[in-house]
């Protein structure tokens, strides 16, 4: 399965595509002479790639981040190409000795291995020309070592007549883009599991502790502290499901349709046989699209994996903003939760400390809304038979997916793990908050609510001290009423509600006008 690949990214981060030096020796010279349609270069002796990933390199020193950021892409792209040769010995167009080493070459990458051969920049035109051309040659030239011969002696191994042999950058590219998607969401969609959990661990541990709920940001009806955590957690388990939803479309390939989708220099046989071989490899099950000319023009599907990567950041971002609200002061705000605390968070306040962990979650969010814009215009961009903006896809897709990831399992370990609730303080605001008199009028009334409310705010008294002083309930009937259970809704009311006579409302109302009365006078 290649799901059970190792994940290469600590070594990737964020490095620079410049070429690297050698010492030359007696035996080995500092670069050999590779020619390409263009003329000749010299290249590093001892690099695996070649002369089109070093006119790339040269092309495209924009984002000084190479392919190899996203091993997930790297390790798709030899997945593909090992598919390839398997199909290609199938129909007979290729050296069963050729693709024999080109499989152990695609293994070896595949496992982790000459990742750091993957200098293109993320960044690049060509509709990703590059990518494919730098892949060739890693392959290639690791496959002439297998067969015992030295890198950059094509004659017995050729990048392109043989590695890309039936094949187009405009067939393989995309397909190693969707499977390097799909490799990646996987991951995510677990650890967004994992981080539902977390939050559905708070919300039992946090069952029975009431709070004030809030609309609008002013004081609502109550709820407990674990209702919150547990809301959060199922939208996090529907945005689950709804990058699930995403992943039988990346399924769909055009393998086969080569260069704009009618499939010349491939024989009719190889797209249904590199579909079958790269299902066996990828534990994928891969289908060839429809329509080939359709498939290889279309980039519909990236601008759904990008939407449903933005619904879950967003929404992940909403619980960050919560998190924060919840957790504000801890003197003179909220202060019902209490964060983990991670850092110092000031230079100039001493103890000051901040919610670092939601607060850059809240940055990824932004950044993936951005990064779906982009998709959007790329998409759109795309012109006749080929979208030439893929490599800016992936790269916003394959950025949102991982830093989406890694938000989620930093917002796991350092933060929702560690959340306490401040209950003291938490007791305090339910039991002074007027917001809890909507529990009691289906049985004094909506009118006599209203003024024992507004009473309850006016002297700061307790609505429990004040309905029972009022002879509408009796200490027993409103302490079960305002109950936990009552007020978060997980005690239904099955029964007949005895609700207060008109009699007693006016009588309470009359009490009420003759106290304000004599404070007047007085």
Not at 260 to 274: L, N, R, S
Not at 422 to 430: D, F, G
Not at 437 to 450: C, E, M, Q, S
Request: net charge negative; hydrophobic share 45%.
């Amino acid at each position: 399965m290649l799901g059970a690949t190792p994940s290469k990214e600590a070594h990737v981060a964020e490095e620079t595509t410049a070429i690297p030096s050698v010492t030359p020796t007696a035996d080995r010279p500092a670069t050999r002479r590779e020619t390409d349609s263009l003329g000749s270069r010299d290249v590093p002796s001892d690099a695996y790639w070649g002369i089109h990933t070093l006119r790339a390199i040269e092309n495209f020193p924009i984002a000084n981040r190479p392919i190899s950021v996203y091993s997930d892409l790297v390790i798709a792209l030899a997945v593909v190409k090992q598919a390839a040769a398997r199909a290609n010995v199938e129909i007979g167009v290729l050296d069963p000795r050729k693709a024999h080493a080109i499989e152990a070459s695609c293994e070896e990458i595949r496992g982790g291995a000459l990742h750091d051969e993957f200098r293109v920049g993320v960044m690049q035109g060509g509709a990703g020309t590059s990518t494919n051309m730098n892949s060739n040659e890693v392959i290639a030239n690791r496959a002439l070592e297998i067969l015992g011969h030295e890198r950059g002696q094509y004659e017995f191994l050729h990048p392109i007549d043989d590695v890309n042999r039936s094949q187009s950058t405009n067939d393989t590219y995309p397909t190693a883009i969707k499977l390097a998607m799909s490799l990646a969401l996987a991951r995510l969609v677990d650890e967004l599991g994992r981080l539902a959990d977390a939050f559905g661990v708070k919300g039992l541990e946090f069952r029975d502790v009431l709070k004030v709920g809030r609309t609008q940001l002013q004081d609502a009806v109550p709820m407990t502290l674990g209702q919150e955590f547990t809301g959060f957690a199922h939208t996090l388990g529907e945005d689950q499901q709804r990058l699930r939803d995403t992943l039988p479309l990346l399924a769909e390939i055009n393998l086969g349709a080569t260069a704009i989708g009618t499939g010349i220099t491939a024989d009719p046989k190889y797209a249904e046989a590199v579909r079958r071989h790269l299902s066996d490899l990828s534990g994928i099950e891969m289908v060839t699209a429809p329509d080939l000319i359709e498939a290889t023009s279309d980039a519909g599907v990236y601008m759904t994996v990008s939407g449903a990567l933005k619904r879950s950041a967003i929404k992940l971002s909403k619980i960050c903003n919560d998190l924060r609200l919840l957790s504000s002061g801890p003197q003179a705000g909220f202060g019902e939760i209490t964060l983990p605390p991670r850092q110092a968070g000031s230079s100039i306040m001493p103890g000051k400390v901040n919610p670092v962990i939601p607060e850059v979650v809240n940055q990824v969010a932004f950044a993936i809304a951005g990064a779906d814009v982009t998709v959007t215009m790329a998409a759109e961009a795309g012109q006749l038979q080929l979208n030439a903006f893929e490599p800016v896809i992936a790269n916003s897709v394959l950025q949102s997916i991982q830093w989406l990831t890694r938000s989620c399992e930093t917002l796991r370990v350092n933060c929702v793990d560690g959340i306490q609730a401040n209950t003291a303080r938490l007791a305090q605001q339910v039991e002074t908050n007027i917001g809890v008199v909507t529990a009691l009028t289906p049985y004094i009334g909506y009118a006599a609510a209203a003024s024992i409310a507004h009473t309850a705010l006016a002297t700061e008294t307790s609505i429990a001290t004040l309905v029972v002083a009022a002879g509408l309930m009796s200490e027993e009937q409103v302490e079960h009423v305002l109950s936990p259970a009552r007020l978060s809704g997980l005690e239904a009311i099955t029964s007949s509600i005895p609700v207060v006579t008109a009699e007693q409302i006016t009588a309470h109302l009359a009490s009420l006008d003759a106290a304000h009365a004599d404070e007047t006078t007085g």
